[in-house]
């Protein structure tokens, strides 16, 4: 750790304002980031989160349509979507929506892209 941050955000939804105060601790040293250069790694971070990996889950997997609610199913299921996104990703597949449903139609694509054969 080389950093502690203090991030203060202030925000009005329906004419309602909230303030709210952040910490982060972060292992890039002074030298090489400023306040400002902390506070743009910080929203590139969270926006990567937010539109990489939540809008994705949304949309392409329907995460928040899900009906399941009981015990440790929905961790273990987003486990699972997790671990095939970042199969997606690492097999540099950017089109993910489309490759799912073409799985889905046939999932002898899948096994054929995971090397599995006849």
């Keep these: 750790m080389q950093q502690v941050c203090r991030v203060e955000r202030k925000r009005t939804i329906a004419g309602k304002t909230t303030n709210e105060v952040c910490y982060f601790t972060t292992s890039v040293s002074r030298t090489s980031a400023n306040a400002a250069q902390l ?39 987003a486990a699972m979507r997790n671990a095939a996104l970042n199969w997606l990703r ?5 089109k993910i929506a489309p ?20």
């Design 39 to 77: 506070l743009a790694l910080s929203r590139d971070h969270w926006g990567a989160i937010e539109n990489g990996l939540h809008y994705v889950r949304d949309e392409a997997m329907a995460e928040d349509r899900s009906t399941i609610f009981r015990g440790h199913a929905p961790q273990n299921l």
């Design 90 to 94: 690492r097999n540099e597949i950017h």
């Design 99 to 118: 490759t799912l449903r073409s799985f889905t139609q046939n999932p002898l694509r899948l096994f054929t892209k995971l090397g599995y054969q006849n």
